[in-house]
C-alpha cells in the first residue's frame, strides 16, 4: 500500500451543533426554522433556516415569538450535546492516533499518512468518516484538510453546513485565504481588526502575505497565525486523551543519510518495534495488530499490516509475526529516508482476553520477562541485555582445543 502525503492536519465543526444534536431526536423539525434556548430566554442556537428569517444568536425569546412566530423554540439540554461529542470524539479516534477536543462542537486531529493509507485517498478517507458519523450520530459537521491546523479550521468553514473542503495544493490554499474576510480568520479578535485594515489588509491572504516587518509591533499568536496561514506548521495538535486510553502507540526513526542497506533498514524497524512495545509495557498496554512503513527519499510510503490471534506488547512476538510482509515490503534499490511501526487496537492488560489454552497467560508471562528486562535497561543503559547476552556466550565456549 502507498502513500504520498506527509502529515496534514483536519477540524471538524458541529453544524449548529446544539440544533442538530436536538434534531437527531426530532427529525421532524428537518427543514423548519428552529432554535435552542427557550429555557434560557434567548436564543443560544440556530438552524440555518432561522438564521435566513433573521433570528440572531443573543435574540431574546420573546422578540423571536412576535417577529417570527414560524420559529420552533426548544429548551438546550446539555447532556445530549455532550454525549454525541463524546461519541464523535471516540469515532475520530479509530481514524486518527491524535485528536484534541477544542470545544464540545470542535475538533482537531493530526492526519499521518498511514492512516490515509487504509483508504484510496484523502478524500475517500473523510468522506467514509462523515458517512459514519451521519449514520451513527444522526448529526453534521464540517470537514478542513489542510497542510497547517489553521489553515484546516479556515478550511471547515468555506462550504457549510456539511462541507468538506480539502487544501492540499498551494493554488487550493490561494483561493481559501482570498475568500476569506479578516473579519472569518481564526484568533483575530475584533480590536487586532481595525488595525489590520489601516495596512490595506482586508482578506486572510493579504495578511498572510503581507511582509513580517509591517506586523512587528503585534502579538506574538498573530504572528504564529501568519505563519500557519502561510504553510507552515507552528501549532501542534494538542491530544486529550489518558495515556492509557490511546487508540495506538507509534515509533519512527529518520535516516540521516538515506540508506538502500537492507540491513540498516531492518535494524531500525527492529529498534522501532522494540521502542513501541516498550511504551506500551510502561502503559501495561497490549495490542493485536501492527502496521509498519518505509518512506523513500522520494517521500514515498509503502505500508502493510499484521493482526494477532494474541494481544501482546512482546517484540519477539511481533517481529517473528512481521517478518514475511517486512521481507516483502522493502522497494528494491530504492533509498529508504524513515521507518515507522503502530501498534494498534491497545487494551490494558488487566482486559486482557483469557483464551482457554492458556496462551495469554504465557504472553503475560513473557511480559515480567521483558519489563524486568526494561527496568535493567533504563538502569544501566539499552545495551546492557545484548552486552550480557554475549558476554554469556563467550563465557559458555567450549575451550579451544590446541
Not at 485565504?177 to 489590520?196: E, N, Q, R, V
Request: charged share 30%.
Amino acid at each position: 500500500m502507498n502513500v504520498k502525503t506527509d502529515n496534514l492536519y483536519f477540524h471538524a465543526d458541529g453544524d449548529a451543533f446544539f440544533v442538530g444534536c436536538e434534531l437527531s431526536l426530532r427529525p421532524e423539525l428537518k427543514g423548519k426554522p428552529v432554535i435552542v434556548g427557550g429555557d434560557k430566554g434567548i436564543a443560544v442556537a440556530m438552524s440555518g433556516e432561522a438564521k435566513k428569517l433573521g433570528v440572531t444568536r443573543g435574540m431574546p425569546v420573546f422578540r423571536i415569538k412576535k417577529f417570527y412566530p414560524e420559529v420552533v423554540i426548544l429548551d438546550h439540554h446539555f447532556d445530549l450535546y455532550q454525549d454525541i461529542a463524546g461519541r464523535m470524539y471516540e469515532i475520530l479516534c479509530t481514524y486518527f492516533s491524535n485528536v484534541e477536543v477544542y470545544s464540545i462542537d470542535e475538533c482537531f486531529a493530526l492526519v499521518e499518512p498511514w492512516e490515509v493509507g487504509y483508504f484510496k485517498n484523502e478524500l475517500d478517507m473523510l468522506q467514509e468518516l462523515k458517512n459514519e458519523i451521519e449514520k451513527k450520530l444522526k448529526v453534521t459537521y464540517s470537514f478542513g484538510l489542510a497542510r497547517t491546523k489553521a489553515l484546516s479550521k479556515l478550511a471547515s468553514k468555506l462550504e457549510k453546513p456539511n462541507g468538506l473542503v480539502m487544501l492540499l495544493t498551494k493554488k487550493d490554499e490561494e483561493r481559501a485565504l482570498k475568500a476569506t474576510s479578516i473579519h472569518d480568520i481564526w484568533g483575530i479578535g475584533k480590536k487586532t481588526i481595525p488595525s489590520l485594515q489601516m495596512l490595506g489588509i482586508k482578506t486572510a491572504y493579504d495578511f498572510a502575505y503581507t511582509d513580517e516587518s509591517k506586523l512587528k509591533n503585534f502579538s506574538a499568536p498573530v504572528l504564529v497565525l501568519q505563519k500557519e496561514l502561510r504553510g507552515e506548521v507552528v501549532l501542534e495538535v494538542e491530544s486529550n486523551i489518558d495515556p492509557r486510553d490511546q487508540k495506538s502507540i507509534q515509533s519512527t526513526a529518520t535516516f540521516h543519510p538515506a540508506s538502500t542497506d537492507r540491513k540498516i533498514i531492518l535494524r531500525e524497524l527492529s529498534g522501532n518495534v522494540e521502542h513501541a512495545c516498550e511504551n506500551a509495557r510502561m502503559l501495561h498496554l497490549l495490542s493485536n495488530k501492527i502496521s509498519f512503513f518505509v518512506k523513500t527519499s522520494e517521500f514515498k510510503y509503502h505500508f502493510d499490516e499484521v493482526k494477532l490471534r494474541e494481544y501482546t506488547s512482546d517484540p519477539g512476538i511481533i517481529l517473528n509475526a512481521i517478518e514475511e510482509k517486512l521481507l516483502k515490503l522493502l522497494p528494491k534499490r530504492q533509498r529508504i529516508r524513515s521507518t515507522g511501526v503502530i501498534l494498534h487496537n491497545l487494551i490494558k492488560e488487566e482486559n486482557a482476553p483469557r483464551d482457554l489454552f492458556g496462551k495469554q497467560e504465557k504472553v503475560i508471562k513473557n511480559l515480567v520477562i521483558e519489563e524486568a528486562s526494561d527496568k535493567i535497561r533504563e538502569k544501566y543503559g539499552k545495551d546492557i541485555i545484548k552486552r550480557l547476552s554475549s558476554l554469556k556466550k563467550k563465557t559458555s565456549r567450549k575451550p579451544s582445543k590446541f
